[in-house]
C-alpha cells in the first residue's frame, strides 16, 4: 500500500509534466486539425533555449523557463502561420499532412544537432532544495514547482476557454469551424490565438522535461513527444481537460508498474492504457468515416 | 572498393524489399505504418537467434538451430505475426488516419524502450552479434558478397512480382477504394478492416524478411539499428521516388538511403564528427517537404490507369489484369453519348489522374 502511494506521488508529478505539453497539442490538434508532430521539436527548442538562458550566470531560472515559452512561441508561428497554410491551400490529405509535420521535424531535430555539436549538456535550473513529505509521498522542492505550473497553466487555460468570449470562439471553431466563422468569431485570430498557447505551452514543457531529466540534447522533445500524444489522444482532441485526466492516468500507470519491479514495461503500461479505451470506446464507425475532417490555418 | 560496391547492392536490394512494403501499406492502402522498422526488426531478431541456436553468453529467446532457409521465414513469420497483434488493436475503423499514424509513431518508440530495457528478450541495448552468413565457408569474401547480392536481389525480384500483382488485382483495387473513400468501399461491399489488416501482415511479412536478409549479411543486430528514424528513410523512398509505383520505389531507394545516407561515408569529415550526418538529414528533410509540397507524385509518378469508355453504348469498360477479358466488368457509370454533350475525341477515354480507385487497365 505505501508502495502504491508513494507510486502515484510520483505519477502525479510525471503527470503533470505530461500534461502540459498535452494540453497545448491537444488545443492546436482540436481546432487545426493538424497531428503537428513537430511539436517534438518546439520542445527541444524550448528546452534548448532556455538552458542557453540558464546558462548564464546569475540569471532568475524562471527566466529561463519564460525564455523556453516565448522561443516555442516564436518556432510554432513560423511553422503553423508561415509553413503549413502553404501546404493546406495546395489541398494536402490527412496523412499528407503527418508526412510534412515529419519532415519539417526531422528538418528542425537535425539542424539543432548541427548548431549544438549533437552533445548532450548538463543543466541545474532550480536549486535542489528541501523535500516536503505528504504521508508517504516525498516529492523535491523541483516536481512541487511542475506541478504547480501545470495547475497554474490547465486553471488559466480551462479560465480561458469557458469564461471568455475568446474561449468560447475557440470552443465554437474547434466544434464547426464553418458555422463559426458565419457567425462572425474572427478565425484568423482565434487561430493565431491557439497557435501561440500550444507553442508556450510547447515551450514551457520542453523546459520542465529537460529539468526533470537534468539534460538536454538535441533528442529530448521527441523523446518525450510519445507520452504527450498519447495523452493527448486519449484525453479527445480539443479538451485540455481530457487531457489532464489522461496525463494522470498515464504518468500514475507508468510509475505504478516501475514501482513494482516492472521499469522496462512501464512505458508500456501508460500506452497499455491508451489502447483499453481506444478498443473499449464506443466508436460510431460509419460517422467516423464519412465526417470530412478540413484543416483550419 | 569492389567489396563496397557489392554491399551497396546487397543494402539497395534490401532496402527495396522495405520500400515496397511501405509503398503498399501507405501509398496503396493509406495504412500510415510510422513503426516499420519494428518489423524489420522482428524479422532480424527472429531470423538471427533461429540461426545462432541457444545462447552462449547472450540471453535470447527462440534460441534454435534451423537450417539456412528456415530462419529466415521464421523472421518473416514472426514479423507476420506481430503486425497481426499490433494491426488488430491499432487499425481500428473508428479511428481518423491520423490517430492511427500517431499511434503507430508511439508503438515505434515504445517498442524500441522495451527492447533495448528488458535484456531477456534479445539481450537488451547490446543485442545480438556472432550471426553466422550462410554458406560463407564456401566461398571467397570477396566472391561471397556478389553472391549475396546477387540471392537479395533474386528475392527482390520475385518480391516484385508479387507486390504488383497484388497492386493490380481486384484485392489492390480494393486497397485504394478503402484509401481514396473508406465508406464508399465498405458500402460496395469491402470489408476494410479486414483488408487493411492483410495488407498489413502481408507489409510486415515483407519487412522481416528484409530484416532477416539484412541480419544474415551484417551478423549482429541491436536497438541502435533500428531507431524510429530509420522508419523514414523508407518514407523518404517512397515520396521521393513516386508513391504507388514500384519503379519509382527502386528509384527513391537508390536516391535516399544509397545515395544520401551510404555514399556519404566516402567523403572527408568535415567540421565535429556527426556533423555530416546532421547534414544529410537536414537534406533528406528538406527533399521530403519539397516533395510532398511541389511534386507529391514523385520522380516516376505513377501510371495513370484508364477508364475506356464504350463509344457505342456508352458503357465504361473495366478491364481486368492485363486487359484479362475474363476479368472484365460493366459499370453503369455515364448515361449512352446519345445523352450527354460531350462527343469529341474519337478515343473517349476518361482519364482518372493519379490512380485513383475504381481504375482498371493500365495503359503503361
Not at chain 1, 505551452?201 to 539534460?215: C, D, E, S, W
Not at chain 2, 529466415?72 to 491520423?98: C, E, H, K, N
Not at chain 2, 497484388?166 to 485504394?176: E, F, M, Y
Not at chain 2, 449512352?336 to 478515343?347: Q, Y
Request: glycine share 14%; aromatic share 10%.
Amino acid at each position: 500500500m505505501h508502495t502504491l502511494i508513494q507510486a502515484i506521488g510520483f505519477g502525479i508529478v510525471t503527470a503533470s509534466l505530461i500534461a502540459i505539453g498535452a494540453m497545448g497539442f491537444t488545443l492546436q490538434f482540436g481546432l487545426t486539425n493538424i497531428l503537428n508532430l513537430t511539436y517534438g521539436v518546439v520542445m527541444t527548442l524550448g528546452a534548448m533555449l532556455g538552458y542557453l538562458v540558464d546558462s548564464v550566470s546569475g540569471v532568475n531560472p524562471w527566466i529561463g523557463v519564460i525564455t523556453g515559452g516565448v522561443a516555442g512561441i516564436a518556432a510554432t508561428l513560423v511553422i503553423g502561420k508561415g509553413i503549413f497554410p502553404f501546404f493546406v491551400r495546395r489541398g494536402i490529405g490527412l496523412l499528407q499532412v503527418v508526412m510534412l509535420t515529419l519532415g519539417l521535424s526531422l528538418v528542425i531535430q537535425y539542424t539543432i544537432a548541427a548548431i549544438d555539436h549533437g552533445n548532450f549538456y548538463q543543466l541545474s535550473f532550480f536549486p535542489t532544495g528541501p523535500t516536503y513529505h505528504f504521508g508517504p509521498i516525498v516529492i523535491t522542492g523541483t516536481e512541487l514547482i511542475f506541478i504547480g505550473i501545470a495547475a497554474f497553466l490547465y486553471l488559466s487555460i480551462a479560465g480561458l476557454l469557458h469564461l471568455t468570449r475568446l474561449g468560447k470562439a475557440l470552443r465554437a471553431m474547434s466544434v464547426e469551424p464553418g458555422l463559426a466563422r458565419s457567425c462572425g468569431i474572427p478565425t484568423r485570430r482565434i487561430v493565431n490565438v491557439t497557435w501561440i498557447l500550444s507553442g508556450m505551452l510547447a515551450g514551457i514543457a520542453g523546459i520542465a522535461y529537460v529539468i526533470n531529466t537534468n539534460t538536454v540534447d538535441s533528442y529530448s522533445g521527441n523523446d518525450f513527444i510519445a507520452p504527450v500524444l498519447a495523452a493527448a489522444i486519449l484525453g479527445q482532441s480539443g479538451s485540455p481537460g481530457g487531457a489532464v485526466v489522461a496525463s494522470l492516468l498515464v504518468g500514475c500507470a507508468t510509475e505504478i508498474v516501475s514501482a513494482y519491479g516492472g521499469s522496462a514495461y512501464s512505458t508500456v503500461a501508460g500506452f497499455g492504457v491508451l489502447l483499453i479505451v481506444l478498443l473499449a470506446r464506443p466508436g460510431n464507425v460509419m460517422s467516423e468515416l464519412t465526417k470530412k475532417i478540413e484543416f483550419t490555418v | 572498393m569492389q567489396i563496397y560496391i557489392a554491399t551497396l547492392v546487397i543494402y539497395c536490394g534490401i532496402d527495396v524489399l522495405g520500400a515496397w512494403s511501405v509503398n503498399l501499406q501507405f501509398a496503396y492502402a493509406g495504412v500510415p505504418n510510422f513503426a516499420f522498422i519494428v518489423f524489420v526488426a522482428v524479422g532480424a531478431y527472429v531470423n538471427g537467434t533461429t540461426s545462432l541456436g541457444p545462447g552462449q553468453g547472450q540471453t535470447y529467446i527462440l534460441g534454435y538451430h534451423l537450417p539456412f532457409p528456415l530462419p529466415l521465414i521464421a523472421g518473416m513469420v514472426a514479423a507476420g505475426f506481430v503486425s497481426l497483434v499490433i494491426g488488430v488493436f491499432t487499425l481500428r475503423s473508428s479511428l481518423r488516419r491520423d490517430y492511427q499514424a500517431a499511434i503507430m509513431f508511439i508503438v515505434g518508440v515504445i517498442a524500441l524502450a522495451v527492447v533495448s530495457t528488458d535484456t531477456r528478450i534479445w539481450n537488451g541495448s547490446n543485442g545480438i552479434a556472432g550471426i553466422p552468413q550462410p554458406f560463407s565457408n564456401s566461398f571467397a569474401p570477396n566472391t561471397y558478397n556478389w553472391v549475396y547480392g546477387a540471392w537479395v536481389w533474386a528475392i527482390c525480384l520475385v518480391c516484385y512480382f508479387v507486390v504488383e500483382h497484388l497492386c493490380r488485382s481486384g484485392w489492390g483495387r480494393g486497397l485504394r477504394a478503402m484509401r481514396d473513400n473508406e465508406a464508399a468501399a465498405g458500402s460496395i461491399g469491402l470489408n476494410t478492416s479486414f483488408l487493411r489488416i492483410q495488407v498489413f501482415v502481408i507489409g510486415g511479412m515483407i519487412a522481416g524478411l528484409s530484416g532477416g536478409l539484412l541480419v544474415d549479411f551484417i551478423g549482429a543486430w541491436s536497438p541502435s539499428a533500428w531507431g524510429y528514424a530509420e522508419t523514414f528513410v523508407f518514407f523518404a523512398a517512397i515520396i521521393v521516388g513516386g508513391p504507388e509505383n514500384n519503379r519509382g520505389a527502386i528509384v527513391g531507394t537508390i536516391l535516399i538511403p544509397i545515395i544520401f545516407t551510404e555514399l556519404p561515408s566516402f567523403l572527408p569529415e568535415i567540421g565535429y564528427v556527426g556533423l555530416k550526418e546532421s547534414l544529410e538529414w537536414i537534406i533528406i528533410g528538406l527533399i521530403w517537404v519539397g516533395f510532398i509540397g511541389f511534386r507529391p507524385q514523385g520522380i516516376l509518378p505513377a501510371r495513370r490507369l484508364k477508364v475506356d469508355r464504350d463509344s457505342t453504348t456508352g458503357w465504361r469498360k473495366l478491364a481486368g489484369v492485363g486487359g484479362n477479358p475474363f476479368r472484365e466488368r460493366r459499370l453503369l457509370v455515364t448515361p449512352p453519348p446519345s445523352l450527354t454533350v460531350e462527343t469529341s475525341a474519337p478515343e473517349t477515354s476518361a482519364v482518372a489522374t493519379g490512380g485513383r480507385a475504381g481504375g482498371a487497365r493500365d495503359d503503361g
